[in-house]
């Protein structure tokens, strides 16, 4: 299995600020990963596919980054919106997931 | 393209969880990988399988040997059986689509049903 270990677990933010959120796995997997965002009773939502480009309809301050096992998705300015639980995704022989960074208000 | 999950929000343990999901506005005969994702406090996010437009499946491994899933085309659904169910099972239950890959590009899961909380109790 290929592991995703996502960092910080909790980031505290005020909006308006930058947000970076990373992810690391156990080995290389060139630039195949995806970025969702999920809110409270909500399914997770595509941001960013293959690493760094954004899905339809995903607004340009959120951003991704990153090849092999360093990843990092960038919210350059926070909406009140954009608080929510942010997960990496990786697919190998299945699909397999971050345990999530949960972004919230200062 | 849409998705909803249907099924019992509640099964007794040693049980089968059985879910269905219906894909409207498109056809289940694409290109495209259909998917059941789980979500816990205690594992988070979890795949249990995918199944494409032909039937062929993959399983996770962890699950495989309690896991079925299969494609009825003709009603536009997929459907997930999980057997020998316990606590360890209860779960929002989600359906997906994984977008087909391109060369060099891997698109993801671009669509969620809303999901189906399960809860496995006597």
């Known amino acids: 299995d290929i592991l995703l270990t996502q960092s910080p677990a909790t980031l505290s933010l005020s909006p308006g600020e930058r947000a970076t959120l990373s992810c690391r796995t156990s080995r290389s997997i060139s630039s195949y990963l995806v970025w969702y965002q999920q809110k409270t009773g909500q399914p997770p939502r595509l941001l960013i596919h293959s690493a760094s480009h954004r899905a339809s309809g995903i607004p340009a301050r959120f951003s991704g980054s990153g090849s092999g096992t360093d990843f990092t998705l960038t919210i350059s300015s926070l909406e009140p919106e954009d608080f929510a639980v942010y997960y990496c995704q990786h697919r190998n022989d299945w699909i397999t997931f971050g345990q999530g960074t949960r972004l919230e208000i200062k | 393209v849409q998705l909803q999950e249907s099924g019992p929000g509640l099964v007794k343990p040693s049980g089968t969880l059985s879910l269905t999901c219906a894909v409207t506005?498109?056809?289940?005969?694409?290109?495209?990988?259909w998917i059941w994702v789980r979500q816990s406090p205690e594992k988070g996010l979890e795949f249990i399988g995918e199944i494409d437009h032909s039937g062929l499946v993959f399983y996770n491994p962890s699950l495989e040997s309690r896991v079925t899933m299969s494609v009825d085309k003709s009603n536009n659904l997929f459907s997930l059986r999980l057997s020998s169910v316990t606590a360890a099972d209860t779960a929002v239950y989600f359906c997906a689509r994984e977008a087909e890959a391109a060369v060099r590009l891997y698109y993801g899961v671009d669509i969620w049903g809303p999901g189906t909380t399960v809860t496995v109790s006597s």
């Open positions: 506005g498109g056809s289940i005969s694409s290109e495209n990988k």
